[in-house]
């Protein structure tokens, strides 16, 4: 009980903190000063206006100071991540492990929002993941059952079981971005058009950090298949161009990661099961 509330309050915040982000990153505001304040007006915004989903309804969805309507986007990401930190922590409790779940699905709420918005993926979400991603393997054993349990014996290489789960973080970031990045290097070359945003590409690095290669490798499946449905039926729906418009590939693979880091293990062990 006490668990559940703290993960509410700890994702409606951590979702502001988010909105954040997504907003001034890719116009490369600082996320800490100035104060919060209105996108229209640039009015600063006080505490009591400031309070996560509760105020966007309060101020009847408008801003107090020049009317301008807020963008639902703001409750919206404040509302999921809350969401998937109570299912996180209602699945797994207080572990390691539920923190570590938990900073990855933030991240990946920031990047969905942030090109579907924006048509951005920030580098401190992707790379700095990255990087935090590598280093929280040392503590939280990333896919025990993953590629570099199999090669590195394989090849002679014997490490201790920290290092491992590093191994099994650095090669899940590595195959699967090298995979797509040289995929869209190809494309390039045969279409003469750019068909892939390098954020893409470092978007799945830091998921690979974070689980390892295999439940990459179905994000970027479940991804593009979502992507490619989901993105025909809007732009014949939308009537628009589709030499022209640019889907949001960040924020299929989002939704997709996440997916695969709440229910992913069981997917991955009903399908290495039927072969
Ligand atoms: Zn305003």
């Not at 309050?9 to 951590?14: F, K």
């Not at 490369?28 to 209105?38: A, E, G, I, T």
């Not at 801003?63 to 109570?86: D, K, N």
């Not at 732009?235 to 695969?260: H, M, N, Q, R």
């Amino acid at each position: 009980m006490f668990e559940s509330v703290v993960a509410l309050v700890a994702g409606l915040l951590i979702g502001s903190f988010l909105n954040v982000c997504i907003y001034r990153m890719p116009r490369d505001l600082s996320v800490v000063r100035p104060r919060s304040f209105c996108p229209a007006c640039e009015h600063p915004i006080a505490w009591y206006d400031n309070i996560p989903v509760l105020s966007y309804f309060l101020l009847g969805r408008r801003c107090r100071h020049c009317g301008q309507s807020i963008s639902a986007r703001y409750p919206i990401v404040e509302l999921l991540t809350a969401a998937l930190f109570f299912a996180i922590v209602n699945a797994l409790g207080p572990t390691a492990l539920t923190a570590k779940l938990c900073l990855l699905v933030a991240l990946l709420v920031g990047l969905t929002f942030a090109d579907l918005e924006e048509r951005t993926l920030p580098d401190e979400f992707t790379l700095g993941g990255t990087a935090v991603g590598l280093a929280l393997a040392w503590f939280v054993p990333v896919d025990n059952d993953g590629i570099a349990h199999v090669l590195l014996p394989a090849a002679g290489i014997r490490l201790s079981e920290q290092w491992m789960s590093v191994a099994e973080s650095a090669l899940g970031a590595a195959l699967p971005s090298g995979f797509l990045w040289l995929g869209g290097l190809l494309f390039e070359k045969i279409r003469h058009k750019e068909g892939l945003g390098l954020g893409d590409v470092k978007m799945i690095a830091m998921i690979g950090a974070f689980v390892g290669l295999y439940p990459t490798l179905l994000t970027l499946v479940l991804g593009s298949i979502a992507g490619s449905v989901i993105g025909l039926i809007y732009i014949l729906a939308a009537k628009k161009d589709a030499s022209t418009y640019e889907l949001p590939f960040g924020t299929f693979l989002g939704f997709a990661a996440i997916f695969v880091a709440l229910v992913g293990q069981k997917v991955i062990h009903w399908y290495t099961g039927l072969l």
